[in-house]
């Protein structure tokens, strides 16, 4: 054999090898009781039997995806309900610490107006030392508060994502329910063609 011959045939089984380990991380990838809805739909796409121009899915892939989609949906709905919840609580506090901030700034404003010795709790200080000592106060509740906010806006942004995924996912659901219901249909009418013809020509 030439060198040429020899590269050639090389260059071959290198790209069969390649497409068929290709192939079967493809297969691995793929299956109908794990993975996302989507590889799901995949899967049944290419294990389906070929007819004509259509594709015929068995009765119970079609029921075991359908489950696992409604699974994946009342899993969002889970998901989201305890987000609403979460958010709802976060803002009933924040709600609480502006409360707070505000009655702390009110005082601080009344303290200002007042002697140099003042009584706190019980003991006199000193002007400057009950201001530090209260903007200290307003300090943390500024950082407490900065905290909830934050806390507040991942919430909320976790409710959106989740309400956007579940509104995604079941119109997804719908789109392939209503084609793999319509292959369905058309795949007995072709059918039924099929025996009617059979039994013409039987009966000729």
Known sequence: MTRKTILTVTSAMLFSTFSILAQESTEKELS?????IDNQFEYIFEKANNYQDYKVVKRNWLLLLKKNTLDSV???????????K?????????DSLNKELASTNVQLTEVT?????????????????????????????????????YKFKNANAVTQEARKSLAE????????????????????????????????????
Do not use: C
């Not at 109908?32 to 996302?36: A, N, P, R």
């Not at 979460?86 to 924040?94: D, E, H, P, S, V």
């Not at 107006?113 to 106060?137: R, V």
């Open 74 to 84: 009342a899993r969002l709905e889970n998901e989201l309900t305890t987000s609403e």
């Open 169 to 204: 996912l079941e119109e997804e659901y719908e789109e392939h329910r209503r084609k793999a219901l319509e292959r369905e249909q058309k795949a007995r009418r072709q059918l039924q063609d099929e025996i009617n013809k059979q039994k013409l020509t039987k009966t000729k």
């Open 113 to 149: 107006e007042q002697k140099d010795s003042i009584s706190f709790f019980g003991a006199l200080i000193n002007k400057p030392t009950y201001k530090a000592i209260m903007w200290g106060i307003v300090a943390v509740l500024t950082l407490i508060l900065a905290f909830f906010v």
């Open 32 to 36: 109908l009781t794990e993975g996302t």
């Open 86 to 94: 979460l958010t709802g609580t976060q803002r009933a506090q924040i």
